[in-house]
């Protein structure tokens, strides 16, 4: 309000001195153009009073009564007629260095009279001046023995000689002049105070209008703290709740992996596998929670990659298909074979969709089938749309229950709702997801005779012609009975985690979940060390020589960002950068920012599966790139790259494009024992990989081409299991030496 005080005040000095400036020059402009008047009526009367008769006269009293007299002074008697503001007009001349009256428009008994040839005492020096330059003007206001006058003067000339032979005089009260000037004055000062009221007037209603829009501002950013206060609080529950939870699961499912390692009879697997099951549907809960919170708060992101359509639909179905048959349910896939084998979108949250909606066909389904459908509805150089339903023959819906059912909590009402345990959030997330993919979803069901829920998508048209990214047979697998153990007990420990036993810290306050992971690495070939708390792990690793650290988020002490931050910042006095993995029960994509944020190279969102653990030790757990990397490759490519003005990732992300279909290529003539075919090829990635410094990949290429020539395709496919983890290596190390050049 200070500010409009202020204003008001400036305003109204401004306003004040235009006003005054303003009748000033008004009150100026009404004197000349008065003055103008008065001299031009001055100047005409001049012009008729007759020069002849003026001539005649002795400029005495003898000259009252005379015929000249009397003619001259009825020409001023009309003259002040004529003038109706005009108190006098007269007639003066200098006889002797006196300034006397001729003739005066009076009446002779007036008191205010002058008879011919009476002295004008009160002559000014103006007035005698203009008898000698004849210049007319006018004077006043003055006063003299008949008042206080403004008198217009002329002279009167001879026209022969241009004499001047008389002055003629025009006075006007000096008071109706004033009034004059004054309602000049009187209209500009109201003018000034109308302005001053409309601005006063103005600057209220802006006044007002400030303070409501202030109380309303108030108001609102009250509610919008209030709201964000509601929102945060929602967000450090959800993320506690993720948190607690997901640390509980990730026990529980790290320990169930390891008790299926142990020698189990029949009845003891089947409770592992309903551990298992009650495991995994308490964190189908909690994801659905996250994501509708995800969703809520608009968070929610979708991706627009090219992924393969078909094998999406296949590992769908070969998700899912142990459930099915353990309902007696036949499930099927059929894909058009319109829809392109490329298609751009986001596969995971296609995937979350589907999955969502086909484990609910087969929830609601107690015998017949479910079928998956896939059909391009159109497809032009942009844009393919492809709708997918998904058909069973279950319960059905009645009309009110389909209404209703994309909506947040929703579920049929009655036996069922009881019969089938959910969150009922489900749908309302897939609906949302199909709607921030630009698509529609929707239903059709009649009671007892089945449903059918559908999507349509709009997905992009793929600009790569590579090829699906899993071949036929893969999708023909056929799969694994429910008692057969878990894949990666089966599997072999890799490569890169081979001697590397004590050479990875754990960093994790709850000793459940540290017996879990200390298991899980164990089982890949490691010898973990515990710290149990952020401190501990800071004082550890500047001490010890890790490779790798798995670091829990929420820890004692000192939590798991900052415990990073320290050690980032006393690394880099040494140069050493150790690869940390943060394990965080918190899936919201702004708490993984942070974690990488913090100096984390990855993040490992708990249960923390076996599969999880090896991937990690795979991309981080490796040996130095400069085994597999030509340097000096790199360097000549580099100057070969700033030399065309261009960049050395260009080469490179040429090179990796390039590289998987012509491994698959390779892959599948030795499948098919093709020995030319398959020696050409590794021929071909032999000299790629060499020309672009991936040496230990070219050798390894080097030494296929040699098998295939000898028709030693059993050895050959054996190496190729060296070649995929040499694939998985060998792009982040040529990024990782191509930035050190």
Known sequence: MNNYRRWLIAITLLILTAGWLGMTLAVKL???????KLLLRAETAATMISY????????????????SYEYLREQLIATRAVNTDCRFVYLLKVVDKRMVFLADSELTTSADYSPPGSEYSEASDALRQIFIDGKAFVEGPLSDEWGTWVSGLAAVRDPASGQIVAVLGMDIAARDWQVAVTSTRLIGMGITLAILMVMYALFYALQTSAKATERVYLAEKQAKEALESVSRAKSQFMAYLSHEIRASVNGILGLRELLETTLLDRQQQDYVVAIDYSARSLLTVLNDVLDFSKI???????????????PLLAGIKKMLQAAA???GLELVTTVDQNIPQILGGD????????????????????????????ACLS???????????????????????????FQPFAQAEGANSRKYMGTGLGLSISASLVKLMGGDIGVTSHKGEGSVFWITIPFRSATSNSASCLDEAMLSTPVAPAEQLPAWLTQPIASAAENQAGNVLIVEDNPVIQQVLISQLRHLGLTPEVAGNGPEAVQKTL?????????????????????????RDKEAASGRHVAIIALTGRSLPDELQQCLAAGMDDVLVKPVSVQDLRQMVERWLREDFSECIDRSVLKELKQLADSGQSHIDLFIDSYLEELPSLTEKLRNALLACDAAQASAVAHSLKSMSATIGAIRLSNLFGDLEQLSKNGNCVEARTLMAKVDTELRQVGPALKRAAGLL
């Open 347 to 374: 596969p995971a949250r296609l995937q979350q969709v589907l999955l969502n909606l086909v484990s609910n066909a087969i929830k609601f389904t107690d015998a017949g089938r479910v079928e998956i459908k896939a």
């Open 325 to 327: 048959i353990n309902k």
């Open 379 to 405: 497809q032009d150089a942009s844009t393919v749309q492809v709708k997918i339903t998904v058909d069973d023959t279950g319960i059905g819906l009645e009309p009110d229950e389909m209404d209703k059912m």
């Open 296 to 310: 809520e708060a608009n968070k929610m992101v979708v991706e627009n990659v090219d992924f393969a359509f078909r």
């Open 30 to 36: 009404t004197e000349e153009e008065l003055r103008s």
């Open 543 to 567: 001490n010890g020589e890790y490779k790798l650290i798995f670091m829990d988020c929420g820890l004692p002490l000192l939590d798991g960002m900052a415990a990073t931050r320290l050690i």
């Open 52 to 67: 002849e008769r003026i001539e005649q006269l002795t400029a005495t009293a003898v000259d009252s009564g005379s015929p």
